[in-house]
Structure formats: structure tokens, C-alpha cells
């Protein structure tokens, strides 16, 4: 069965304190492992999708890198904009999607 | 805008009480699916549907149905509405099921008394 596992729950940083988030995964037949963000009271908003181990995908303060196992979000130098529950998805084979329970990530000034 | 819309967005109703929640998008996505969103669970899905008139079974569809007679409307249906469907609820499309990222609605907040 598939499964996807972040830790941590919660995270607290202070502004410029650079941290990373994991999300380790098993899965028959990876299709894509995804990252989103989430704000309090809204959707799930795309950040990246990664699809081979290796690969590493950027935006702005954000890093994503994959291996076989697992994936980390980096986040490098956080500002308090960056404040959000932040949830890894990852597709099988067959096109099924399974999130994670997602770390909420706090940044104070 | 390239969006997916939910109606209604907060909804408190009674045990019972058949309910429709609808679920649009303009971006001509093929595939779409909703979820429910419970605190310490994720996201977990309830039906999806790969394209008009194709649906199946998510990891919790018990309560629930779903119909896609168009491609850009999934509405989602609790004929009898109970407590424990008291939850977040969002809908997604995406071009293709897996592999492409999924646009999500903005939720809609559903209480069961």
C-alpha cells in the first residue's frame, strides 16, 4: 500500500534561519512526487513536481530534491511570507494520488 | 482565470438532509477529484473521474457520490448526511490523472449536526 510520511508536523523558525522538511514515501511504480502549499482557509497551491531520483527543482527561497525513498523541501533564508502547511503528494503507477499529512511551517520576524 | 470554483463554501446542515456541493473549472482539464481534508489525516480522496461519464472509487468514497455529465462540472452529493462528514472539502482537476500537477479549489466547510 502506498504511503507517504512528512515529517515534521510543525516547524518554527526565525526569519533568515534556513531549515528542511522530508517526506518519505513508498510507492509502486512512482509517476511524480509533489509538492504544495497551503494557507490557512485555502486550497492546495502547485509547487513543484519532481519525477526521477536525483532531479531538484527551485523557486525563489524553495528547493525540492528527490531520491528513491524520500524528498526534502529546502528552505533557505525563510521570510514570515513563507508561513504555510506545506504537503507532499506522491502518483503511482496507475495515476492514484496520496498526500502526506503535511508540516506546518511557521516563520517569525 | 484559469480556476476551479466551489459552491458553497460554508454550509452547516442536519443529519439527513441531502446536500449537492458543486465543483466547476474552466481550464478544459480532463481529469477531476475531490478530497476531504480532516486535521492529522491530509488530504484524502473521495471519487475521481478520469472523464465524462467515468468515475471511480477514492480512499473514502462510503457516504458519497459524484456524477460527471460535462466536462468542466463534478458536483458532489451526500444523499444522507452524518456528523462524521462534518469536514474540509476541495476539488481538483487536472490535465491528466498522475503525472500533472492538480488546480485546487478554494474548499468548501461543511458542519453536520
Known amino acids: 500500500e502506498d504511503q507517504v510520511t512528512q515529517s515534521p508536523e510543525a516547524l518554527r523558525l526565525q526569519e533568515g534561519e534556513s531549515s528542511s522538511l522530508n517526506c518519505s514515501y513508498t510507492v509502486s511504480g512512482l509517476r511524480g512526487l509533489f509538492w504544495y502549499r497551503q494557507d490557512p482557509g485555502k486550497g492546495p497551491e502547485f509547487l513543484f513536481t519532481l519525477y526521477s531520483a536525483g532531479e531538484e527543482k527551485e523557486k525563489e527561497r524553495l528547493k525540492a530534491t528527490l531520491t528513491k525513498k524520500e524528498s526534502f523541501l529546502h528552505i533557505t533564508a525563510p521570510k514570515p511570507e513563507d508561513s504555510a502547511t506545506y504537503l507532499c503528494?506522491?502518483?503511482?503507477?496507475?495515476?492514484?494520488?496520496?498526500f502526506g499529512a503535511g508540516t506546518q511551517v511557521v516563520v517569525t520576524p | 482565470e484559469a480556476q476551479v470554483t466551489q459552491n458553497p463554501r460554508y454550509l452547516i446542515t442536519v443529519t439527513g438532509k441531502k446536500l449537492t456541493v458543486t465543483c466547476s473549472q474552466n481550464m478544459n482539464h480532463e481529469y477531476m477529484s475531490w478530497y476531504r481534508q480532516d486535521p492529522g489525516l491530509g488530504l484524502r480522496q473521495i471519487y475521481y473521474s478520469m472523464n465524462v461519464e467515468v468515475t471511480d472509487k477514492g480512499d473514502v468514497p462510503e457516504g458519497y457520490k459524484v456524477s460527471r455529465k460535462e466536462k468542466r462540472n463534478f458536483p458532489l452529493i451526500l444523499e444522507s448526511p452524518s456528523p462524521n462528514q462534518t469536514s474540509l472539502y476541495f476539488c481538483?482537476?487536472?490535465?491528466?490523472?498522475?503525472?500533472?500537477?492538480?488546480?485546487f479549489g478554494p474548499g468548501t466547510r461543511l458542519t453536520v449536526l
Open positions: 503528494a506522491v502518483a503511482d503507477s496507475w495515476g492514484k494520488l496520496q
Open positions: 481538483a482537476s487536472s490535465s491528466r490523472a498522475g503525472g500533472s500537477e492538480q488546480f
